[in-house]
C-alpha cells in the first residue's frame, strides 16, 4: 500500500493522472482510514463501551426496575438475573479488550422475565449523527446453557433531549434491529444504517425472553460496543481515548468518592454552622453534565465523621446533598453534639466500603 502522495505537484489543463497517481492516492486516503481514524479518540459515541469503569461496584442484582451498573450501562431485570464484570479471557478474539458485562441467570431459576441491557447517549454527541449513515459493532458470546427467545439488538433514535431508554424516547425509531445468534465463541458483529435527519437522541438495547430452567452457565457476555459514522466497522475504540479519557468522559455523569483507607480519607475541608451541623463543599474531578439530581451513600451513617477543634466526631445521619453545581457540591455533616460554631475542620469517610457518589444521568 502507498504511503505518500504523488510526486508530481504541479499540473496543467489536459494533464492526464496515471494509474500509479490515482492508485497512491487512493492507497494513501485507506492508510489514513485505517491507521489514524479508526483508532482516534471520540469517534466512538458509547461510553463505556469496553466496560472498563465500574464506579458503582463490579457486580449487581437485578431489582425489577431500571438500575445503572458499569458506567453508562443500564439494566433492566428481574433479581434472578446479575449482571456483573468479567475479563474476557480470549487473546486470540479479543487481544485489546481486557473487560466485558456478563448477564447470568442464577443456577436453577424458572424466571422469564423480559432482561433489557441499555445504554443511552446525551443529545450534543448524538445530533453529529442526524441524516447520516452509522455503523454499530460489538463483540459478544453465550454460556453453553444459554436460553432465551424473543432476542434483540436495537439501535434507537429519538428526536427529545437528553432522554433514557428506561423511559422512553419522544419520537422513537429503530435505525438498525437485528436478532444475531450468539456462540460460546467471542465473535464480532456489524450493522450498519442510517440515522434520520429529524434525529437527537440515540441508544442501544439488547433484550430478551429467558425461557426454562438455568443451568450453571445461562449468561451473555458482551464487550466492544460501539456507534461510528460510516457503512464499515473500524477498530473498537475507547469513547475517551484511553483509560484516563474514558473515566473522565463516565465521571461527566456520575462520580463516587470511595474510602479508601479505613478512617483517614478525607473528602473536604469543612465549617461548623453550629453543634451539630458541618458543611463541605466536595470537588468533583471533571465538570458535570448538569448538577448532580442526587446522591447517593453506603447508607450508614458511623461510615462518616468530621472535626471540630481537634476533636473527631462519628456522623449520626449519612450526608445530605444542599447545594450542588457541575463542578462541586456543599455537602452537609450531621452529628448529635460535639460541633463547636465557627470553627474549620474536616468531613472524612471511615470504612474502605463507604462512598459518596453524585449522578447527573440522563
Do not use: H
Not at 443511552?120 to 447520516?132: D, H, L, R, T
Not at 473498537?236 to 473515566?247: K, M, N, P, Y
Not at 453506603?298 to 450526608?319: D, F, L, M, R
Amino acid at each position: 500500500m502507498a504511503v505518500g502522495f504523488p510526486l508530481k505537484t504541479t499540473y496543467a489543463n489536459g494533464d492526464v493522472y496515471s494509474a500509479g497517481d490515482v492508485n497512491d492516492i487512493t492507497g494513501t486516503i485507506n492508510l489514513l482510514q485505517t491507521s489514524t481514524l479508526s483508532s482516534s479518540a471520540g469517534k466512538n459515541i458509547v461510553i463505556g463501551g469496553g466496560l472498563d469503569i465500574w464506579q458503582r461496584g463490579t457486580s449487581f442484582a437485578g431489582v425489577g426496575s431500571p438500575l445503572y451498573t458499569a458506567d453508562r450501562w443500564n439494566l433492566n431485570a428481574p433479581s434472578a438475573q446479575t449482571f456483573s464484570r468479567q475479563t474476557t479471557s480470549d487473546t486470540t478474539n479479543l487481544p485489546f479488550i481486557q473487560y466485558c458485562a456478563r448477564i447470568q441467570r442464577t443456577n436453577l431459576s424458572a424466571n422469564t422475565t423480559a432482561v433489557y441491557v441499555s445504554s443511552s447517549y446525551e443529545s450534543v454527541n448524538c445530533i453529529p449523527f442526524a441524516g447520516k449513515t452509522v455503523t454499530l459493532s460489538f463483540y459478544a458470546r453465550v454460556g453453553a446453557n444459554w436460553a432465551g427467545t424473543s432476542f434483540g439488538i436495537q439501535l434507537i433514535s429519538g428526536t427529545g433531549t437528553d432522554q433514557n431508554l428506561n423511559t422512553g424516547f419522544t419520537g422513537s425509531t429503530n435505525v438498525i434491529s437485528v436478532s444475531p445468534t450468539f456462540t460460546t465463541t467471542w465473535q464480532r458483529f456489524s450493522y450498519t444504517g442510517t440515522v434520520a435527519s429529524t434525529a437527537t437522541q440515540l441508544g442501544f438495547l439488547m433484550s430478551w425472553l429467558p425461557s426454562g430452567t438455568a443451568g450453571a452457565n445461562d449468561y451473555i457476555e458482551i464487550t466492544g460496543v460501539q456507534v461510528e459514522l460510516g457503512s464499515y466497522a473500524t477498530t473498537f475504540s475507547r469513547a475517551g481515548g484511553t483509560i484516563q479519557g474514558e473515566l473522565a468522559a463516565c465521571q461527566r455523569y456520575y462520580y463516587r468518592y470511595l474510602g479508601e483507607s479505613t478512617g483517614t480519607t478525607f473528602i473536604c475541608n469543612a465549617w461548623w454552622f453550629n453543634a451539630n451541623n458541618a458543611y463541605g463543599v466536595v470537588p468533583f474531578p471533571v465538570s458535570m453534565r448538569t448538577y448532580p439530581s442526587a446522591m447517593d451513600t453506603s447508607g450508614t451513617a458511623a461510615n462518616y465523621g468530621t472535626y471540630a477543634g481537634g476533636s473527631a466526631i462519628t456522623c449520626s445521619a449519612v450526608p445530605i446533598l444542599d447545594t450542588p453545581n457541575r463542578n462541586n457540591a456543599l455537602v452537609q455533616f450531621v452529628v448529635s453534639s460535639g460541633g463547636v460554631t465557627g470553627y474549620g475542620g474536616a468531613a472524612r469517610i471511615l470504612n474502605t466500603s463507604a462512598y459518596l457518589g453524585f449522578t447527573a444521568e440522563l
